[in-house]
């Protein structure tokens, strides 16, 4: 059964930069586009960054672009998000996901329990 477990996260100041962690078990992390979300407190979850099966494309919200970059090591089984110039705006839970790209629509069926940002002004 494929599980994905976040960790990295804390509390930082402005500016600061955070890399936050996620394994995966349960497959082969390749057959996978996987992805990471957040939720602020009372806001929808967002998505952040995606990124495809072998690495080669990946996609930012603009919110991120340009500060945020996902990564994957598929022999490892992990995904990163490296977030540098950390705003209050970061402020949220994040949430790796996986799509097990079974149709071209995006379907995040699979995710972590996430691991929480706080970015103190």
């Known amino acids: 059964q494929v599980q994905l477990v976040e960790s990295g996260g804390g509390l930082v100041q402005v500016g600061d930069s955070l890399k936050l962690s996620c394994a995966f078990s349960g497959g082969a992390v390749s057959s996978y586009a996987m992805a990471w979300f957040r939720q602020a407190p009372g806001k929808g979850r967002e998505v952040v960054a995606v990124?495809?099966?072998?690495?080669?494309?990946?996609y930012y919200a603009d919110s991120v672009k340009g500060r945020f970059t996902i990564s994957r090591d598929n022999a490892k089984n992990t995904v990163y998000l490296q977030m540098n110039s950390l705003k209050p705006e970061d402020t949220a839970v994040y949430y790796c996901?996986?799509?097990?790209?079974?149709?071209?629509?995006?379907?995040?069926?699979?995710w972590g329990q996430g691991t929480q940002v706080t970015v103190s002004s």
């Open positions: 996901a996986a799509d097990r790209l079974l149709t071209t629509t995006p379907n995040y069926d699979y």
């Open positions: 990124i495809d099966w072998s690495g080669r494309t990946s």
